[in-house]
């Protein structure tokens, strides 16, 4: 479903799982972020008024999983910490095209947006099955539902605003693209991307 070119190295939730603190951490500034990311897209695109009424309710959802990774930190008696720069999302905004019209645009973000969701829901999915804290198991399985549709959200999005087949011509290079923009990328337990 989700089409990624490839998969996160298997080594990586084991790492993830030695260092659940920074992951826990991470991950909340992911969902802030990506809340963030959805106000953003309603704030620059008003006039697209299926993306306003698409990604509200998704602005509260991302909203509410930052509330919730903030009490599975606050329960294991860890603090925020501050936010750490996400190369993987630095190295994805760089392939955004530029120009074009405003359908254009939005496509552009909404499938960067969409990407992000995928490997997000991949690496959800890899700690609902591996880690050993059953808690965060099913946490992580909860939000995997979630953010697979999200991703549908803003693939759905891309697809109604703009012709349906540049999209999906767009989308096959965004996946290629991020499978090299992995393969650079240092395997980190301390990141969620």
Not at 6 to 24: F, G, K, Q, S
Not at 125 to 142: G, M
Request: net charge negative; hydrophobic share 40%; aromatic share 10%.
């Amino acid at each position: 479903m989700l089409h990624l070119q490839l998969p996160t190295d298997p080594r990586w939730v084991n790492i993830a799982e030695m260092n659940i603190e920074d992951i826990l951490v991470d991950h909340a500034y992911c969902e802030q972020k990506a809340a963030s990311s959805c106000i953003s897209l309603i704030v620059n695109f008003f006039d697209f008024e299926e993306v306003v009424d698409t990604l509200t309710p998704v602005v509260a959802e991302e909203w509410g999983h930052f509330e919730r990774v903030m009490e599975h930190l606050k329960k294991r008696g860890y603090p925020l910490g501050k936010p750490r720069k996400d190369e993987y999302v630095v190295k994805l905004s760089q392939f955004v095209k530029k120009g074009g019209s405003r359908a254009q645009q939005l496509t552009e973000y909404l499938l960067m947006n969409a990407l992000i969701e995928a490997r997000s829901c991949e690496r959800f999915k890899l700690l609902s099955k591996h880690i050993q804290d059953e808690e965060l198991k099913k946490f992580y399985y909860e939000l995997m539902v979630s953010e697979a549709g999200h991703y549908v959200n803003f693939i759905e999005l891309a697809r109604g605003i703009y012709d349906k087949e540049k999209v999906n011509a767009r989308w096959k290079e965004w996946l290629e693209y991020e499978a090299e923009v992995l393969k650079g990328l240092e395997l980190r337990g301390d990141r969620m991307h």
